[in-house]
């Protein structure tokens, strides 16, 4: 059976580290934010050419304080609407409510996955502030014509880059990333981090994600507990100097598939250039979804549905479940991801290919 992401095998060459690592933890004595968290923050930050790195819980937190932290700025108001893609991980508009603003949902391109930015102008009113952008699945956004919009409007840009480990972004803008273990860059639990080059915002967060103090018993403001642990980020600075190497290997699964999967029935994903994408995902549609995920399984492959339900048609936010957003929901019907990681092996993905061409 091929898995869809073996994350034993995946973090497998990485324990003798893992295990000396912990070891050296066990003997230092110190568990919260000490040498370990700060290691990792500098180091990812110098990776992502960025001026912070804040370490925090996990990728939704990291969403929810980069937003709270803009709120306690000035720059965003409780009842803000901010612009979000509607075919995105619910996490993204989760965070949105969770800092009282209001998610404004934009249709995706159904070549790219990702927001249209044609689509933006039409969502905007007095009362639109920001745009949370997603790279779904790994793929860039287009950003020229993104900050043409946030010029033209004064909108805010932050990007939620939980897919998106180690990609050539465009403009330096706050993001936030997720190191849940299946992520491009996975921990071994949960962990999240925001990069960002402004000095004030960074500042805050430092203390957002730890009550809101600096100084120990000192709260300044109405914080939150959400740091990174000091394991994770040991786990973390083992493994960031592969993270290139993990993505060449995905794009090089992704070159194979574009290249050789020829099946009319099915829908390969567009991607213009292989620098813009860093495949957290392989997303093929296909009209009888369902029969083929049970097909590909009946011949080994694991697939997963990424996802079979949008944000806004869930039970948890019944206030949008009337909003009519055709292209996502097509989308949601139809996708199927494909295994894609460094640790399939040439004939793996021989194996998915004909198989899928033989469908
Ligand atoms: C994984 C993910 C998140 C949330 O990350 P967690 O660490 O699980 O909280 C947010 N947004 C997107 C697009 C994701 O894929």
């Known amino acids: ?27 230092t004595g110190w568990y919260i934010l000490g040498n370990e968290v700060r290691q990792f923050e500098k180091s990812f930050a110098s990776y992502s050419n960025a ?10 937190d990291a969403l929810i304080l980069i937003l709270k932290a803009n709120i306690q700025l000035g720059n965003l108001q409780k009842g803000d609407e901010v ?3 509607a075919n995105t991980y619910i996490a993204t508009v989760l965070a949105i409510l969770q800092a009282d603003l209001v998610p404004v949902f934009v249709e995706p391109d159904i070549e790219t996955y990702n927001i249209n930015p044609n689509l933006i102008a039409e969502k905007i009113t007095s009362k639109t502030k920001a745009i949370l952008l997603v790279h779904l699945y790994g793929q860039l956004v287009k950003m020229e014509e993104i900050t043409a919009i946030s010029e033209k409007y004064n909108l805010l840009i932050i990007e939620d880059a939980a897919q998106a480990h180690g990609l050539s972004f465009v403009g330096k803008y706050t993001r936030a990333f997720s190191f849940y273990p299946g992520k491009n860059l996975g921990a071994l639990g949960d962990g999240g981090a925001i990069t960002t080059d402004d000095d004030k915002l960074a500042e805050l967060l430092y203390s957002l994600r730890n009550y809101g103090s600096d100084k120990k018993y000192h709260n300044d ?27 060449i290997a995905r794009q090089k699964i992704a070159k194979r598939y574009l290249a050789e999967i020829s099946n009319s029935k099915i829908v390969l994903p567009t991607c213009e250039k292989m620098d813009n994408h860093v495949f957290h995902l392989f997303v093929i ?13 009946k011949n080994g ?5 990424h996802y079979p339900i949008p ?26 991801s494909l295994p894609i ?13 004909a198989t899928l061409n033989n469908y």
């Open 1 to 27: 059976m091929i898995k869809f992401l073996d994350l034993q095998q995946l973090n497998q060459p990485f324990e003798a580290q893992f295990l000396s690592k912990t070891k050296e933890f066990l003997d």
């Open 51 to 60: 001026k912070y790195c804040i370490g925090v819980g996990n990728g939704l």
């Open 83 to 85: 612009i979000v893609p």
């Open 221 to 247: 403001y109405v914080g939150i507990n959400s740091r990174l642990d000091e394991l994770q980020a040991a786990f973390l600075s083992i493994k960031l100097p592969y993270l290139d190497a993990e993505n």
């Open 285 to 297: 549609r296909t009209e009888n979804r369902d029969e083929l995920k049970e097909y590909l399984l």
């Open 301 to 305: 492959i694991e697939t997963i549905i």
């Open 311 to 336: 944000p806004h048609k869930q039970k948890a936010l019944q206030d949008f479940n009337t909003i009519n957003l055709p292209i996502t929901e097509k989308i949601h019907r139809e996708v199927l």
């Open 341 to 353: 990681s460094s640790v399939l092996s040439h004939t793996e993905v021989s194996h998915i290919i």
